[in-house]
């Protein structure tokens, strides 16, 4: 048997974690992993260093309490996007703090992907400016993702391309996607995902490198209703721990807790 829960509640308790809540967190995890079919070595990667991953997530603020907006994350101004002569918009103006969501609305075709795309750097505007913090995630509203690789293995590729040690990736990936009601098969390719699940991969390839700065396409596509819940309670603990979420949606009941909602259908 191996010292995987012994090791990961030892560094809770150096941390300065209640012992009981350490060992409550030491059982949950290994349950999770046997739940996984995995060691947990093997799921959630170095005992110290998945201890200390939860241990920054219990210290963030609880539900209820929030903080007072941060910094400026993202700042556009008299942003505008031309494609030949078609006018797509012009003049959008939005600034989101850490630890405030804002919305992208509008109908079809207004250009709503595109303002989000100009957002990450992916788009060039044809006239206005953009700043925006350096730690970005972008969710693309489909695709991402490589059909005959596993979750796992996105992981590490795309943990890799963000600095991230193999281990560390993966067991950040299982815990992102666990909050997503969501246990990633250690064999399965992507391609074999349903709609929805592809569509968790991509918001845990997103989030995983811990951005400062969360870029939302419709992320929600093909969720059930309990992991559409699961989704938005995860936008405000982002939320909640300073990070600033942008978000796609057509979806107008979406909207009555966020903090800013840019409305591209009705300015053309
Ligand atoms: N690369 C491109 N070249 C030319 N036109 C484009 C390009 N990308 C988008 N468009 C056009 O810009 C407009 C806005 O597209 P966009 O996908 O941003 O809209 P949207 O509001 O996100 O739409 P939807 O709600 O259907 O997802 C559309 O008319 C689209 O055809």
């Given at each position: 048997m191996s010292d995987w829960p012994q090791m990961f509640e030892a560094e809770l308790l150096r941390l300065g974690l209640q012992p009981r809540r350490a060992r409550q967190l030491a059982e949950e995890t290994t349950q999770q992993a046997a739940e996984c079919a995995g060691a947990p070595a093997d799921v959630f990667g170095p005992a110290h260093l998945y201890a200390r991953h939860l241990w920054a997530e219990l210290n963030t603020p609880a539900d209820g309490q929030r903080l007072a907006p941060g910094p400026v994350l993202l700042s556009l101004e008299g942003v505008g996007k031309r494609y030949r002569r078609r006018?797509?918009?012009?003049d959008v103006d939005l600034r989101v703090r850490g630890g405030e969501v804002a919305a992208i609305v509008g109908a079809n075709g207004c250009g709503k992907s595109t303002l989000l795309r100009i957002c990450a750097g992916l788009t060039r505007p044809s006239a206005g400016s953009v700043r925006r913090t350096r730690r970005v995630g972008f969710v693309p509203q489909d695709g991402g993702t490589a059909g005959w690789l596993t979750a796992e293995e996105h992981f590490t590729l795309f943990g890799a391309a963000a600095g991230m040690v193999p281990g560390r990736a993966r067991s950040t990936g299982v815990h992102l996607a666990t909050k997503l009601a969501w246990r990633p098969?250690?064999?399965?390719?992507?391609?074999?995902?349903s709609g929805g699940t592809r569509q968790k991969l991509n918001l845990v390839l997103g989030e995983l490198h811990a951005p400062d700065l969360l870029l939302l396409d419709e992320p929600y596509q093909g969720f059930d209703q309990g992991t559409y819940l699961d989704f938005w309670q995860q936008v405000f603990a982002w939320r909640d721990a300073g990070r600033a979420i942008v978000v796609v949606t057509h979806l107008l009941h979406d909207l009555q807790n966020v903090d800013h909602v840019l409305d591209l259908g009705a300015r053309s």
């Open positions: 006018t797509v918009f012009r098969s250690r064999r399965q390719p992507a391609q074999q995902l």
